[in-house]
């Protein structure tokens, strides 16, 4: 049974990688992809394969997943709490790609986490929630909105001299690149926190020690699931940030991408810290589209979007408690 508990709760963490693939593949591309300078499926193959390769750039974010946020449980209750914790994080992944709203992945994973957790009488390490979730939750698009204000700012400044026409099509090319940077930080980001996961189960399992190092397998498979479920393509999700928040061009693509990805390096190699690359992406383009004006930004959908990212920890916690008293009701 703790095998069978075990490969089980491996496989809907991969499940949930999957999901994560294809619910945040338009924070890579869906600029590049409405400006056209690529694409659709140029540019979720690509983003599928910066992916696979940001995925083995480190383990800090997948350190702070498996040690910071919660106390590890053990034995068989342990398994049915991580269970129970992807549950919340997959099912809130389901219904936000179904309503188009682009939420975050990472935080109905933590939310799933801390509400799986309470509901089994874990430890929550509220230190850790605090420090690397709730302040990272706030900050990140507070300064992915200002520093997108001032890379667009900047462009215009530098461009302002310049024939529109090829200034647009030099952009285009330049947001390949932008693209791909901000798909190697999305595999950097997202494919560390379900290896934190699958650490955690193993630590449960008594199969790995939990100062023990990643294992290969695991980098493989949570890369590969990623970019799997990249390459599915979100397109709900794609539609809202690519065209409905504000109506892009090549220099704003340029711009909101390129703020993301400096975004998520610094979070990832200086503070090991699990951000959304949601969060960052859309307010990015919320502040490179306020250069033109607050007419220029859809409000209304913004509001919408960051109304999502209030209720999603906390939707996804009260799903993986739910979840987590059907587990205990079948299984004793």
């Known amino acids: 049974m703790d095998t069978f508990a075990l490969i089980v709760t491996i496989t809907v963490a991969l499940g949930f990688t999957y999901t994560n693939g294809f619910h945040d593949s338009a924070n890579a591309i869906a600029t590049s992809v409405s400006t056209r300078a690529l694409t659709p499926r140029a540019a979720l193959a690509m983003a599928a394969v910066m992916n696979l390769a940001g995925a083995f750039l480190g383990q800090g974010v997948a350190k702070t997943v498996s040690e910071g946020l919660i106390e590890t449980p053990h034995g068989q209750k342990g398994m049915a709490i991580l269970f129970a914790a992807l549950v919340g994080a997959v099912v809130w992944n389901m219904v936000t790609w179904y309503y188009g709203l682009p939420s975050s992945s990472s935080h109905a994973l ?68 932008s693209a791909a940077g901000m798909a190697l930080g999305h595999g950097l980001q997202d494919a560390q926190k379900t290896m934190g996961i699958v650490v955690m189960a193993l630590v449960i399992a008594d199969v790995e020690g939990q100062d023990d190092a990643i294992p ?92 999502g990212w209030f209720i999603t920890m906390p939707a996804a916690a009260g799903v993986a408690a739910v979840s987590l008293w059907a587990v205990q009701l079948v299984f004793g």
Not at 246 to 255: C, H, K, S, V
């Open 110 to 177: 933590f939310g799933g986490m801390v509400g799986a957790a309470l509901a089994g009488g874990t430890e929550v390490i509220w230190g850790g929630v605090l420090s690397k979730v709730i302040i990272p939750m706030f900050l990140s698009p507070f300064v992915g909105l200002i520093i997108g204000y001032l890379v667009m700012i900047a462009i215009m400044w530098m461009f302002r001299k310049s024939n529109p026409h090829k200034a647009k099509r030099g952009f285009r090319i330049a947001q390949t690149v």
């Open 216 to 307: 290969i397998w695991v980098k493989i498979a949570c890369a590969v699931t990623l970019s799997l479920g990249t390459y599915a393509g979100g397109w709900r999700i794609m539609r809202t940030l690519g065209r409905r928040i504000i109506e892009l061009d090549p220099p704003q693509g340029f711009a909101a991408e390129t703020t993301a990805a400096s975004v998520m390096y610094t979070a990832s190699f200086m503070f090991h810290a699990p951000i959304s690359t949601t969060h960052v992406i859309t307010s990015a383009i919320m502040g490179v589209g306020s250069t033109k004006g607050s007419r220029a930004v859809r409000w209304g959908v913004a509001k919408n979007i960051v109304m």
